[in-house]
């Protein structure tokens, strides 16, 4: 029922991204009307990406390399000055250690490391500001905001206990030895449907032929709401120790988001 509901949801905000990117088609036509000009472009944007805690109870553990590609619509205002849009689909997500109680013998205490594989369309809004020609290359830089749409979750997962209770709110550390088994499941129902970013980024387009040139750009994206949703983990000190409040581990909510690194190689027309 969680996994239809989502779907419908998806079908429905994937229908709503085909709106607006056919209403930015029809600005950047119509712009032409009015003497503005316009270019657009297609690139591949392989990236870095990290999860960051901001609850600070789960430990990012490692980045990711991943892969993407963009299809880029500028709005030239002046020379010197345009509108970025178009519509990103990328990967991204990152791995994570967190503590949860063992749902089958609440004695325990597990580790869960997860290994995020997350993939988004984004629709980005970002203002351009653009050197005059020197030679045949353009500087620029720009920064803006991303809106997202999440259409794939998926996460390598391993679980495996790790603290005990010895007595009455008193826990020891616990190892059974061995290398925990990882699984790839569908975390669907843990990871929310939005993600709004800001990105910050610059690079260079180097004239080809007429009007066409090659665009090298180097951008940070960085999402600014909780990715996580309606995931709880234990509450833990500076020493990743778990915290206990009356003899029961302190239970909270997951907070957190991702962050990447992005080179985004294409070709203006």
Known sequence: MRRLMRTNQISTLSTLILVVFSASLSLLFSTESTAQDFRMGLAISPNVAWMVSTDYDHEPRGARINFGYEFIADILFTNNYALGLGVHIFNTGGDVRYLVVDPENDDYLMNVDRSYKLQYVELPFTFKMRTKEMGYTTLYGKFGLGLGLNIKSEADEARYRSYQEVINGEWSTYNVGGSPIRDRI?????????????IIGGGLERT?????ALTVGLN???AFTNTHKNMSLVKVDSAQSPV????????GDMRGHDSFLELSV???F
């Open 208 to 212: 080809l032929s007429g009007t066409t």
């Open 220 to 222: 940070y994206n960085a």
């Open 244 to 251: 206990v409040v009356s003899n029961e581990p302190s239970i």
């Open 186 to 198: 569908e975390i669907d129902s843990d990871i929310r449907l939005f993600r709004a970013a800001m």
């Open 266 to 268: 294409g070709i203006l």
